[in-house]
């Protein structure tokens, strides 16, 4: 048995921790700095430990014993827990989104016997798999479109949105600059730039940039294929409502102000879809050829009442977890999410979700 720690009892840490415990390979504990939090629907067979990431002592004594770590945190927490990981001399995986702070995550691991694997998830994570895959194929890749959106099934409000993730990690999406490749080269973005529309099963959808969602895409392709770019998916007329608030009201620079207002004003729900599609233009056989993965998750669907996003995110932090665990990613060091082959992801137990 894999001796897992799981550290933040949200709903994404919550469903990691059920799905691994039900997986039957793992003996998991979830531990978090809130006792009350660890009692609400706590997962059959999981173990539950207090522990504060801010409490030094007391986070050694959570990792005392593991074989791996996992960081469902907040971005800003993941690099204590990385620290301790590698003090503590076993494997680290996150959820992180934070360009920044999986920079540091990669510093942290040079010389490591043990493997960190930060940006496990949906985007990043899981599309960085798919798109090397899809680029694979190619003689010579061109253009890289990666498009990912999580989105109320029934939008009612202004925004055409409801909250389905962290508000930290939504926020921290519309106020960072992104990475692309543009003719070539590596280059930052402005957030909530880049406005398209498009439309998929009769459905109108935008799409504009925003941080953190390319992982580390853009350094593994820069010089191999021209253009790649990633964009969030939602309802039109979105992103001028949030442009309002973060270039007119100047939101990002009063964050906790804009996380109140996010949270006392847009429901939750559970009722939402996971939008991707991905697109690949190049030569193949000598012929200008596009080729796309277009998939649609839908949430609320089984007895357990998971969100699209609950279930996308943890089944891929799930499954690379589970792809170390049967030697199919690299042990030690820095690894990256492209690094997991399309096959072997879509193929695993927990990444079939994507199939």
Known sequence: MIKVLVIGAGQIGMTIAAMLAEAGDFAVTLADGDAEALK?????????????????????????????VFSACPYYLSLPIAEAAKEAGIHFLDLTEDVDTARRIRQLANGSEK???????????????????????????????????????????????NLTWSTEGLINEYCNASEAIYNGEKREILPLEGLEEFSLDGVRYEAFSTAGGVGTLCETLEGRVRNLNYKTVRYPGHRDMVRMLVLDLRLCERREIFRDIIEHGVPVTRQDVVLIFVTVTGLKDGRLTQESYVRKIYGDEDDKGRSAIQTTTAAAACAMMDLLRQGKLPKRGFVRQEQAKYKDFIENRFGKVYA
């Open 40 to 68: 609400r629907g706590l997962p059959q067979g999981v173990t539950a430990t207090v522990a504060n990431v801010e409490d030094h002592a007391g986070l050694d004594a959570a990792l005392a014993g593991q074989d791996v």
């Open 115 to 161: 493997a960190f694997i930060p940006q496990c998830g949906l985007a990043p994570g899981f599309i960085s798999i798919v798109a090397n895959d899809l680029i694979n194929r190619f003689d010579e890749p061109y253009d890289v479109r990666l498009r990912v959106g999580a989105l109320p099934q029934f939008p009612d409000n202004a925004l055409k949105y």
